[in-house]
């Protein structure tokens, strides 16, 4: 069992910027792949970032990349998302994932077998 605890969601103004935390239970968070995903009201659930278990590749959304940052740091069993230059379309519940049996990055939901309970990220433009 992996618990996922999110945090450093907020209100920020569009343009600013957040860093998402995503605090793993368990010893043995260095072989898991993790990614972020985001579900705004009334839309499906996305893939946001991933990265893999020793944490040298990371994949992203279209909609991010060269704005958003995903890192993971194994002494603290934590996986971060920096998040710049926000825009108003990217105002969404935040949530960690885990991959606990594949290495490959997955962009869909299914693979990942815990979530944590989300963080909210509203950007007001």
């Known amino acids: 069992q992996v618990q996922l605890v999110e945090s450093g969601g907020g209100l920020v103004q569009a343009g600013g910027s957040l860093r998402l935390s995503c605090a793993a239970s368990?010893?043995?968070?260095?072989?898991?792949?993790m990614a972020w995903f985001r579900q705004a009201p009334a839309k499906e659930r996305e893939f946001v970032a991933g990265i893999s278990r020793g944490g040298g590749s990371t994949y992203y959304a279209d909609s991010v990349k060269g704005r958003f940052t995903i890192s993971r740091d194994h002494a603290k069993n934590t996986v971060y998302l920096q998040m710049n230059s926000l825009k108003s379309e990217d105002t969404a519940v935040y949530y960690c994932a885990v991959d606990v049996y594949r290495i490959a990055i997955s962009t869909t939901t299914g693979p990942y077998d815990y979530w944590g309970q989300g963080t909210q990220v509203t950007v007001s433009s």
């Open positions: 368990g010893r043995t968070f260095s072989t898991y792949t």
